[in-house]
């Protein structure tokens, strides 16, 4: 079988070259680093069916600034773990006593993953092209594990969303969406972005998302139902640089954090 259902810490092969996206490598061995469903073709990845969403370098997400320090911006990531984005790290030269007219608490921001260390210090760069702080629009949550179907293979389902809506959409890959436009398309599309996340195990969904923007009657053409997982994996960073024995680590430090355990 090519997809299992697959827990936390389940040996998935012991190949650690084929290791991909949702496994962690020990030991010379690929594990499971969620509760979701194993895919064999190619590499071997996890497609998650819930979760907490862990900071990981070069992820774009959508923080939220929750103190300001002489020299850093702290942020609220949406995951166990805040960040910090040092001032050297804003786009422009900025003097200390003035961090607060450029950002302050309460402000939504879209920055960039610079690295996190190996006791989970999470550093924050606005140095990248898209990173900008939020003046307008709207912000919407959805579970982390829901953003591969909200972007869609190939990025189909979010330039639906962005088409059929006439709104700028982002979406972070802490489960945090920017939309802006006018009221009655963002109510419009608030309502297909929650369609999606409450809908994403059928197929077709991405045309009855485009229908319903459309205004039309809410239907759905049946495809091949793997293509459900294949968006979800497409959605997903492939770098070889982000499976390591690292990331083992950073999820039992997780694990030891969260005496509930994972959703």
Not at 114 to 133: N, P
Not at 163 to 186: A, H, L, P, T
Not at 227 to 249: F, I, K, P
Request: aromatic share 6%.
């Amino acid at each position: 079988m090519d997809r299992n259902i697959v827990i936390p810490g389940q040996l998935l092969s012991e190949k650690k070259e084929m290791a991909g996206p949702g496994t962690y490598v020990k030991d010379g061995n690929i594990y499971s680093l969620l509760y979701g469903v194993a895919n064999f073709k190619g590499r071997v990845s996890v497609v998650p069916f819930s979760g907490k969403y862990i900071p990981s370098r070069k992820d774009f997400i959508i923080v939220k600034v929750i103190d300001v320090t002489p020299s850093n911006w702290i942020m609220e990531t949406g995951s166990p773990y805040d960040g910090l984005l040092h001032v050297s790290e804003f786009p422009k030269r900025v003097d200390s006593s003035e961090m607060r007219k450029f950002m302050d608490i309460g402000d939504s921001v879209v920055v960039r993953v610079k690295d996190v260390s190996k006791a989970m210090k999470v550093e924050l760069s606005m140095r990248e092209q898209g990173s900008k702080v939020l003046r307008q629009g709207r912000i919407i949550e959805v579970m982390p594990a829901k953003v591969p179907r909200v972007i869609g293979h190939g990025g189909s389902m979010v330039s639906i969303l962005k088409k059929e809506s006439n709104c700028d959409v982002f979406v972070g890959k802490n489960g945090r969406i920017w939309i802006n436009g006018r009221d009655n398309d963002m109510d419009r599309l608030t309502t297909a972005i929650e369609m999606i996340e409450s809908e994403s195990h059928i197929s077709g969904l991405t045309d009855k998302v485009g229908i319903f923007l459309r205004g039309g009657p809410e239907g759905t053409e049946s495809s091949d139902e793997e293509q459900l997982v294949d968006e979800e994996v497409a959605g997903v960073s492939l770098e070889d640089d982000d499976v390591t024995e690292e990331t083992s680590r950073k999820v039992d430090v997780l694990l030891e954090n969260d005496p509930e355990g994972t959703d």
